[in-house]
């Protein structure tokens, strides 16, 4: 398990395996930097052609397992607020899709999962993002620690703010055409939501919003809460599927059960008995 992902990082442009190295060092500082300025690193070839194209495989082979549900949302995730006037950033809704393939598809053979598994990677991601060792863990959920967002054509991800502060991504398959990430850094902050701008590029100005193109084995650590981001409509005929690794500051996290019932369409015992844990009795509703 771990043989493989060392086999498939390119580690000698990015040595995360000798943590005590100038070049790691000069790699953290490097993504560090660009955490900094835009809230946006991306590795590019991360992972090697040949375990990018075994990825895409192991991906296309479980893609039928996705589980896809739809809604409407606005850049917060809110709900409507009638009270606001109808050109109000939080009153623009934009349909939605969800296709996620759980974390019990990439199993105990899955190469993607031996990536997220190996110690050095989860060093290096926490180290970049300036986490310590106590308040960094794996996800402990069994549906959701490592799974991959399936983006079929003719769907994309509209604007939004991320209710997490981070995700860390993979790219997989990028689809023939579209699926673009799009991003403007730093739009609102701490002190305030900026709604003008976000009113202005809901509208279609794009000064000041970057885009890339998230390649197979390319790696992007990104802060989305303050960073207005989308992804475009996936055009052509493949599905775009990019890798999605999960954190938590707290040891033993997982899902909560109705949360996990909207992205997967199930839930497992353990989301039941976590819950009933945080509720203090395991009785049934
Ligand atoms: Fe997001």
Redesign the pocket.
Known sequence: MVERAAAAIDLERFPIHESQSQSYLALLAEVRQQLKETGCARLKSFVNSAAARALQDEVSGVAGQAYRSYNKVNPYFTADDPTLPASHPRRHFERRSNAFIPADSFGANSLLRAIYEWQPFTDFIRLALGESEDSFFQYDDPLADVIVNAVDPGDG?PW???TNTY?VTLGIQPGEGGGTFQYHPKLRSKSGENYDRVAAVLGGDLSGVRSLTLGPGDLQI?L?RYSL?RVTAVTGTTSRYVGIFSYANEPQMCGRVERTRQLYGRVLDIHLQREALLRGDTLHD
């Open positions: 991800f939004h703010f991320d995700t990104f989305g981001h």
